[in-house]
């Protein structure tokens, strides 16, 4: 059963599991790709409620954001680790992760993008802005840890919530 609510009805369990279990992400109109993310953030932009997400450039799934301009959050209330692992180390552009792991998305309510089909909190999301993380901007520790090998700067979406839900069972 689904059941509408509020965006930040479940705000501090939501933030709780995304790290650091992480939470799932999906994009793509047509052929929906699902990710994992371990940061973001869920509050208040432009008076708008939010869900800010930080995406990798090389990733699969940042190529149908910037397509679409949309995304989903799900955030599974059950264990999911193995589920969580698999679609944050394969890419979408190789596989059908969905088969892979036995994974099942449902339809949107507001929006085409599908959600991964599991108990918990929904977030159906519109990119209202978008930031890219940059050297010139950003702590030299941050770099250094995160970015410096790789060089694999993320791009941060600001989501407009525009429906959320909970999945029960």
Known sequence: MIK???PFYEAEK???LLYP???FVTAGKEQPNTMTIGWGNLGINWSKPCFTILVAGSRYTHSLIERDGEFTVSVPY???ARE???VGTHSGRDEDKYESCNLKTAAGIHTPTAHIDCIGMHYECKVIDVLEVSRDRLDPAVYEKRYAKTQDFHTVYFGEIL?????EE
């Open 78 to 80: 059950t264990e999911m």
């Open 84 to 86: 969580l692992a698999y």
């Open 163 to 167: 429906a959320s839900y909970l999945q």
């Open 21 to 23: 279990k992480g939470l």
């Open 14 to 16: 939501t933030l709780r």
């Open 4 to 6: 509408e609510t509020e």
